[in-house]
């Protein structure tokens, strides 16, 4: 469908971004909500970002939220499949 209605990458956010935020961050406290990320997730993830055409920094700024939320919680940062620690966060 995005091939039919030339949907180029930017443009669910530009011209729908709070729909899109909002769908995203329900399904980012769905999936970080037990503080671990399982296969199915890390898919639902790729699913996502290719679904919406979103570029993988605009994708992790979305989701750093609730990975951030997970961190304080205790969650171990290999659980959360990320590559880094968001940005300006520090584990003490």
């Known amino acids: 469908m995005k091939k039919i209605f030339s949907i180029k990458e930017g443009d669910f956010m530009k011209y729908k971004s709070f729909e899109v935020s ?3 961050k329900k399904e980012f406290i769905r999936i970080y909500s037990d503080n671990y990320v ?3 997730e890390k898919l639902l993830n790729i699913n996502l970002q290719a679904l919406f055409n979103l570029g993988y920094d605009e994708f992790e700024e979305l989701k750093k939220d609730e ?5 304080i919680q205790g969650a ?3 659980d959360l499949d990320i590559t880094k620690l968001p940005k300006g966060f520090i584990v003490i």
């Not at 990975?67 to 961190?71: F, N």
């Open 22 to 24: 909002e769908i995203l």
């Open 76 to 78: 171990n940062p290999k």
């Open 67 to 71: 990975i951030i939320i997970s961190l």
């Open 38 to 40: 399982n296969d199915k």
